[in-house]
């Protein structure tokens, strides 16, 4: 293992949301609702190389792809001044009980690993969850 590939963690993980695909897929792409369900500041350009910025700037990055008939996301983290970037992607399924979220997020700093993981769960899924709940 290089020096390089142990500074950065993987993190993959599934959520069910109580809500069909599309207005999932929207939530997560539309700035009105974002600052609904995120409770906080978020700036949205759902397009591609369109900004966003989600939780007051805690989550800052660009949209790289967005596919709306295959409610694909994928987005472009930044963390500071790290050159390689983290890269999100959302894929929605269709669930029995709403939206099944797949979350998949390569090159998240060590250091930042088990803040960016618990706020999947707590804050992002979560507030999703409690949103449509």
């Known amino acids: 293992m290089t020096q390089e590939s142990k500074k950065f963690k993987d993190f993959k993980a599934y959520f069910i949301i109580p809500e069909e695909p599309s207005s999932v897929y929207l939530a997560l792409t539309t700035e009105s609702t974002a600052i609904l369900w995120t409770g906080g500041?978020?700036?949205i350009d759902p397009k591609v190389d369109g900004s966003f910025s989600l939780w007051?700037?805690?989550?800052?990055?660009?949209?790289?792809e967005l596919d709306p008939e295959n409610y694909t996301i994928?987005?472009?983290?930044?963390?500071?001044?790290?050159?390689?970037?983290?890269?999100v992607s959302i894929k929605l399924h269709e669930h029995k009980k709403?939206?099944?979220m797949e979350v998949r997020q390569?090159?998240?700093?060590?250091?930042?690993?088990d803040n960016i993981t618990?706020?999947?769960?707590?804050e992002y899924a979560g507030g999703l969850i409690d949103f449509y709940s």
Do not use: H, R
């Open 41 to 43: 500041n978020a700036q």
């Open 56 to 64: 007051d700037g805690a989550i800052v990055g660009k949209f790289l």
């Open 74 to 87: 994928v987005q472009e983290w930044y963390f500071g001044e790290q050159e390689e970037k983290s890269i």
């Open 98 to 100: 709403g939206t099944s």
């Open 106 to 113: 390569s090159n998240i700093p060590l250091e930042d690993f």
């Open 118 to 122: 618990s706020g999947w769960t707590e």
